[in-house]
């Protein structure tokens, strides 16, 4: 069963840059097949895709977000991560890692997620 | 933000049947395939049903999916008071470059 969890600051200044980090376990960052995914949910409670990151480096955005988005992953420590650049009180939101797959079809989705971690973009 | 359309809140009695609309497009709903996500607040949402109807191994048949045009639908039966929790459907979109989105979530509870 793979299980992922977030760890990073849970408080980040405006104009400032939001670090998040996702730690796999039960599961490889390397292993082919899998899209490892960052999505977010507002105060609201809507959910919103950010985007994600294959083991090989390539990555796909969310286009309202990808101008201010990167992702990396660590194979060593079988991490991944998220970086939101100029963040603003909009950007206060839970924030999960999760699993994704593409299947022989080429259709996306998500299957496993972490419990998730609230950001607070506050001076 | 969120795309796909779903009523705020259903409800239920142990032992009835509970159906939850999702609404969207054909850039989404209407030419991919819909997912489901089980939400219990402080835990990591679940994926419950994928491509439109298949069960992942370990949950109930009681739940089950269906698809037609641009809006979807998740029906529990014999629902349970474990089942209260929040329900989310998605889908890939096509629109722009292409991006996975979300419905606006339904509380579901068991009265």
């Known amino acids: 069963q793979v299980q992922l969890q977030e760890s990073g600051p849970r408080l980040v200044k405006p104009s400032q840059t939001l670090f998040l980090t996702c730690t796999v376990s039960g599961g490889s960052v390397n292993s082919g097949g899998h899209y490892w995914t960052w999505i977010r949910q507002f105060p609201g409670k809507g959910l919103e895709w950010i985007g994600y990151?294959?083991?090989?480096?390539?990555?796909f955005y969310n286009p309202s977000l990808k101008s201010r988005v990167t992702t990396s992953v660590d194979r060593s420590k079988n991490q991944f991560s998220l970086r939101l650049r100029s963040v603003t009180a909009s950007d206060t939101a839970v924030y999960y890692c999760?699993?994704?797959?593409?299947?022989?079809?080429?259709?996306?989705?998500?299957?496993?997620w972490g419990q998730g971690t609230l950001v607070t973009v506050s001076s | 933000q969120s795309v796909l359309t779903q009523p705020p809140s259903a409800s239920g009695t142990p032992g009835q049947r509970v159906t939850i609309s999702c609404s969207g497009s054909r850039s989404n709903i209407g030419s991919n395939y819909v997912y489901w996500y089980q939400h219990l607040p402080g835990t990591a949402p679940k994926l419950l049903m994928y491509?439109?109807?298949y069960r992942p191994s370990g949950v109930p048949d009681r739940f089950s999916g269906s698809k037609s045009g641009t809006s979807a639908s998740l029906a529990i039966s014999g629902l349970r008071s474990e089942d209260e929790a929040d329900y989310y459907c998605a889908a890939w979109d096509d629109s722009l470059s292409g991006l996975y989105v979300f419905g606006t979530g339904t509380k579901v509870t068991v009265l």
């Open positions: 990151i294959y083991y090989s480096g390539s990555t």
């Open positions: 491509k439109n109807n």
């Open positions: 999760a699993r994704g797959l593409i299947d022989s079809s080429g259709y996306y989705s998500v299957d496993y």
